[in-house]
């Protein structure tokens, strides 16, 4: 099946060929592409990840997105926008599938969770906390804080008792480790001190899961996702950095209910 971001991203590769782009010319906007085509940004921000993964365009945070010439970035053999695999996944379509998966996966570990389980989410966070610490001191984000992340969430997904829900969220997170887009999404971000508040959110989805909560783990989950996709955003802007304040469109409000 084909993704939207990757039909959006084949139809801004069409334009640049028919409307006689040249290396070096600046595209329009996310907003105006997301107006023009009537998608999200997010959306837009995706198919840009791809094409520059392409080869096509490339990406200046906080000025645009500009046209490649042949030869200037490494290149796939097929210059086609289709060249990124197929089998990857938008960074914020997989934050979403991540955002209903896991809040549910919360709300019933809420139920079942054990002391023991409460133990190690404690000590999980406490080891995340100093990982991201030590990493912000020294000026480069390693691999520690990410793992304490995926191990905090993961045992949030053992605590259910259900290894099928289990299995759920570690082939999400796995998806995410192999996705190329993810990781050049990450790697427009130099600042990682925002990565604290989400230390807090941890904070909150424990406290529901040590009073058994089971509707407020789900919505401290849900909120701790929903402030995961909205940084990741405001943080990898290639537009106006000003912009970013009031943008949300379709695609990241959670659905009244």
């Not at 079942?112 to 480069?140: F, H």
């Amino acid at each position: 099946m084909r993704r939207q971001y990757q039909i959006i991203g084949e139809q801004i590769g069409q334009q640049i060929d028919r409307d006689g782009y040249i290396p070096g010319d600046r595209l329009p906007t996310e907003r105006e592409y997301a107006e023009r085509f009537d998608v999200s940004r997010t959306v837009v921000r995706e198919a840009f990840i791809m094409l520059e993964l392409a080869g096509r365009v490339e990406v200046r945070k906080g000025s645009g997105t500009y046209v490649c010439a042949p030869g200037d970035r490494p290149r796939p053999a097929s210059t086609n926008a289709q060249a990124e695999p197929v089998e990857d996944i938008g960074p914020f379509e997989l934050l979403k599938a991540r955002q209903v998966v896991e809040s549910a996966v919360a709300a019933a570990a809420a139920e079942l969770v054990t002391p023991a389980d409460i133990r190690a989410l404690s000590t999980l966070l406490a080891e995340e906390r100093q990982a991201l610490e030590t990493s912000i001191g020294g000026q480069e984000l390693t691999n520690a804080p990410d793992q304490a992340d995926r191990a905090f969430h993961l045992l949030i997904a053992r605590a259910s008792q259900n290894t099928l829900l289990e299995d759920a969220v570690n082939r999400l997170w796995e998806q995410r480790d192999r996705s190329p887009m993810w990781r050049r999404l990450h790697g427009r971000i130099m600042d990682f001190s925002y990565r604290r508040s989400w230390l807090d959110d941890h904070d909150r989805i424990l406290a529901c899961l040590k009073k058994r909560d089971s509707a407020g783990a789900h919505d401290a989950m849900w909120g701790h996702i929903e402030h995961v996709m909205h940084t990741l955003f405001t943080h990898s802007d290639t537009d106006d950095p000003g912009f970013d304040g009031y943008l949300f469109t379709r695609g990241l409000e959670r659905p009244s209910s």
